[in-house]
């Protein structure tokens, strides 16, 4: 058996839609083409590097839709007019899709010696950050509000 059936799971659950559509994407995707890293560079910051050599900053395409950063390279350049003997650096197109956990925003992106380097942070709004609360005590005075006359 090569392929893990989840169907029974998800005709029960509702609400998991982006986790079904998670594992159908883990299980399609061509995880080959191109190479990539993720880093953890800080601790609310990540590096994802692509090695997208011959590809040009008007190449690539970033997206981010739904919690889903898709990365797409189209090469739009000139082919070589010379006879290739040997081709080693691949220059297919490609479209590489990026599950983002909630609160994950791209910081910025640049491409520099064949490498493509995109900046995530997790931006937590403030309702959702862990907040000290403070406790009264029952003996303390109840402040007077001064009354107009």
């Not at 893990?4 to 169907?7: A, G, S, V, Y």
């Not at 070589?80 to 081709?87: G, I, M, Q, T, W």
């Given at each position: 058996m090569n392929a893990?059936?989840?169907?029974p799971l998800f005709r029960t659950a509702i609400g998991f839609d982006r986790l079904a559509r998670l594992a159908d994407t883990a299980?399609?995707?061509d995880t080959s083409y191109p190479p990539y890293n993720i880093e953890k560079?800080?601790?609310?910051?990540?590096?994802?590097?692509?090695?997208?050599?011959g590809?040009?900053?008007?190449d690539i395409e970033l997206t981010v839709k739904e919690n889903t950063l898709l990365v797409t390279g189209r090469m739009a350049g000139e082919q070589?007019?010379?006879?290739?003997?040997?081709?080693g650096i691949a220059g297919r197109a490609f479209e590489r899709r990026f599950?983002?956990?909630d609160h994950i925003v791209v910081d910025g992106a640049d491409l520099q010696h064949g490498l493509l380097h995109v900046n995530l942070k997790r931006v937590v709004p403030e309702?959702?950050?862990v907040r000290r609360i403070a406790i009264g005590s029952a003996q303390a005075q109840p402040a007077v509000v001064s009354q107009a006359a």
């Open positions: 893990l059936n989840l169907t299980a399609s995707a560079t800080g601790d609310d910051s990540y590096r994802l590097t692509m090695a997208v050599a590809f040009g900053p008007d070589p007019k010379a006879e290739v003997l040997y081709r599950a983002l956990a309702a959702m950050k």
